[in-house]
């Protein structure tokens, strides 16, 4: 455009202090920068300022010249603040991404299975994000807590430079809400769960057993079919999450005996809260379990179960693979 243009007013008026021919060098100049440069542009910079800055660092040669330029095209001085990743090419193709405000995106990603703590310690640690969130700080307008566990959509958000994790969570909370709500409307009718809240606990309890994707709608059934008969669920990451940051590591019979809000062993039905932020597909297993009669399932040690309809072929696998898992370690 600004070449149109160049062309059309050198050409028809004859008048300017360049000549067509360095006016179009000028275009073409190249930015003086071999890699690309996050360039930060603070809130009232303007086009001769920044063109400074840039002349200071010997990344361009002088800046009268794009003065001319910018009377010819002013949107070129609509500088906006922002980060930018500014590339190696040239010294117009740089303004023009500023006055674009194309400004560099960051990405912060919400790993399936991550609790609550474990996304604010990373979110804390991410790049250009202002104003930090922790654990009991406030959040829509209560404490970011147990409360607000498995209600952050796993994903890949993008952000600019200075936004705030209390924006970023807030994308995530929203995404959840609105998934949560299309999963909970593809419910089984003869689901024993009362609420999309609970298909929000039960799908956490599904995402932290699984090691194997295609296993989440045969472990959901387990869960289902217990509650379906009252019996408790006895997960161990229920248990885990109860014990929280003092866990080692290691879960022992005193933690399973203890009795806390979290523990299925100790208590009928689901936790109170979410213990994890769940996949889609964690929430659709809990909403549309397989049918099967399995009460039962013991880990393999490669990430799968064996699954199994009474106690006594329960015992028996884990016999087979726990058992048999500690004597080869």
Known sequence: MIKVIASVLLLALGVCSLGYYQLEKTMEAPLGITQTQLVEVPNGTGFNKLCQQWQQKNWVQDCWRYQILAKLDPSLTDIKAGLYDIQPGTVLEAFRKIS??????????????????????????????????????????QPLDEQFEGKLFPDTYHYHANETAEQILLRAYNKMDQVLAEVWQQRAQDTPLT????????????????????????????????????????????VIYGIGEAFDGNITRRHLREVTPYNTYRINGLPPTPIAMP???????????????????????????????????????????????????
């Open 195 to 238: 609420s999309a809240y609970e298909a929000l606990i039960l799908a956490s309890i599904i995402e932290k057993e699984t090691g194997v994707a295609s296993e989440r709608p045969l472990i959901a059934s387990v869960f289902v079919n217990r509650l379906n008969k009252g019996m408790r669920l006895q997960t161990d990451p229920t």
């Open 100 to 141: 674009l405000g194309q400004e560099h995106e960051f990405t912060f990603t919400i790993i399936e299975g991550d609790n609550l703590r474990q996304v604010l310690a990373r979110l804390e640690q991410a790049e250009y994000v202002n104003k930090p969130i922790k654990w009991g700080d406030a959040f829509l307008g």
């Open 279 to 329: 996949s889609h597909k964690a929430l659709l297993a809990a909403v549309q379990p397989a049918q099967s009669d399995y009460y039962y399932f013991v880990a393999k040690g490669d990430g799968s179960h064996q699954f199994s309809k009474r106690l006594d072929e329960h015992n028996q696998a884990v016999r087979q693979y726990q058992l048999k898992s500690r004597n080869d370690s």
